[in-house]
């Protein structure tokens, strides 16, 4: 397999100054993977009072009958998808497309991500941002967070209950070629909670928006609320470059800056 997958990217990168489309077979079918984790006795899941960034962690990218093994060196993995390419090749998978790749969550998985000191960890659960097609494509990401946001179901509608990371400096963006049979793993916080109901995760990559099935999940009814923070002295509304770069594109419950919002569950 790993020896198929590294022939398939080395055909697509030398033939793509021919604007030759290229074509590996993918035959198998992605199936979730169990996570092999560490302890999860001193894990604790975020509490939240207010709408906050999505934290999203990027692990690593990962061939379909790969064993994931979380156990020992978290950021291994990151590490190793962060490789310096000839100016030429860089060029090639800055060509590649970012459609077609089908997002899976697993909330059932409890993954111990280590923060502060190697005695605490972030209770999270995984995304799988699966290459099921036959062609080479290129995800997008920045730093170790990715542009993502997770959204619940209040009543009839989803609205996010975090949002896309402040930018600061701009830098730090990167794509990352992903073979046929191949994917990137990342990990989304779980969250401490009055309200048990549908969830669904938001991804822009290149300008593509993706949006995973629901799955049953837990939030705080405050995470649809949205601090002053967001809202300038003379305007009291988001502006719709807000809603589309930071929440993907999901206006919040309120899009009012307001003291208290009526919840109807």
Known sequence: MKT??????????TSCAQKEEIIVVADQKFEIPKIKVGSLDSSFKLMAD????????LVGRYGFDAEVDLTQNFGGARRSIYQYYTDSIRKMIY????????IYVDYSQDIPVPIWNKETTLNCFPVFVVNETKHTKAFH??????????EAKMKYNFYPVSHV????????HYLVPVLPQ?????????????????MRITLQM??????SKPFMGTVDSTQFLLSKFWYDDDEDQLSFGTISHYFNGAPPLKNRYTQSVYMVY
């Open 4 to 13: 198929s997958l590294i022939i398939a990217f080395v055909v697509v990168l």
């Open 50 to 57: 207010t709408m906050s960034s999505a934290s999203s962690m």
């Open 95 to 102: 060509e590649l497309p970012s459609d077609g790749f089908q």
């Open 141 to 150: 990401g920045k730093d170790s967070y990715l542009f993502c946001t997770q």
């Open 165 to 172: 990371p402040f930018d600061f400096c701009g830098h730090g």
């Open 182 to 198: 191949q994917y990137m793993l990342f990990l989304l916080p779980k969250y401490e909670g009055n309200m048990k109901t549908e």
């Open 206 to 211: 290149n300008g593509i928006l993706y949006r």
